[in-house]
């Protein structure tokens, strides 16, 4: 049977290894949370530590992270 959209997309998410930096949780840590390809990708851009800081900032606030687009465009290649 084939799935739907939504399931397909739901089924490669749930595949790739989704982590922080450090492998600790994020609700801990306050470390941003992306795929480990985009964490090592960010991580050689030297970007993983912005991504980090805005994503403690936005926890202070108690909103969502709204990355820049330098970052958004690395992650969007591993998602």
Do not use: C, H
């Not at 790739?16 to 949780?25: A, E, L």
């Not at 390809?37 to 994503?55: H, N, S, T, W």
């Amino acid at each position: 049977m084939k799935l739907k959209k939504s399931q397909q997309n739901l089924k490669n998410w749930t595949q790739q290894d989704w982590r922080t930096g450090s492998g600790k949780k994020s609700s801990d840590t306050g470390e941003a949370y992306f795929p480990a390809a985009a964490v090592a990708a960010l991580k050689k851009a030297g970007l993983y530590d912005d991504a980090v800081r805005i994503k403690k900032a936005a926890m202070r606030a108690g909103k969502n992270a709204v990355y820049p687009e330098r970052i958004r465009k690395i992650v969007r290649q591993y998602r």
